[in-house]
């Protein structure tokens, strides 16, 4: 059974923003941070944007810093607003939680709490 659920990916032009979201689903995830990463194909998970439940901290990678934002809802649903999409942002997208409540981190090996994840397709 899958504890977070994407949806909001897609086909985009360049340019174009897109918004995505993960919603928990069989678990409560209230004291967890929440993560996103993109995997592209024949490359490894990336980490991109991480939000603490508690203080509200987020952290961004670099590559996406100013152009992606992460935010959380009263519902523990998470999202992930894009813009000024490029073509190498196109990856399938994926939201995590850690293996343990109120702990923030950006290390991938620590999210143990995975979706799907949902297709995000740029074209130029």
């Known amino acids: 059974q899958e504890e977070l659920v994407e949806s909001g990916g897609g086909l985009v032009q360049a340019g174009d923003s897109l918004t995505l979201s993960c919603t928990p689903s069989g678990r409560d995830f209230e004291d967890y941070s929440m993560g996103w990463f993109r995997q592209a194909p024949g490359k490894e998970r990336e980490f991109l944007a991480v939000?603490?439940?508690?203080?509200?901290?987020v952290y961004y990678a670099d590559s996406v810093k100013g152009r992606f934002t992460i935010s959380r809802d009263n519902a523990d649903k998470v999202y992930l607003q894009m813009n000024t999409l490029k073509p190498e942002d196109t990856a399938k997208y994926y939201c995590?939680?850690?293996?343990?409540?109120?702990?923030?981190?950006?290390?991938?090996?620590?999210?143990?709490?995975w979706g799907q994840g949902t297709q995000v397709t740029v074209s130029s």
């Open positions: 939000i603490s439940r508690i203080s509200g901290t």
């Open positions: 995590a939680a850690p293996f343990r409540p109120k702990f923030v981190t950006t290390t991938p090996s620590d999210f143990y709490f």
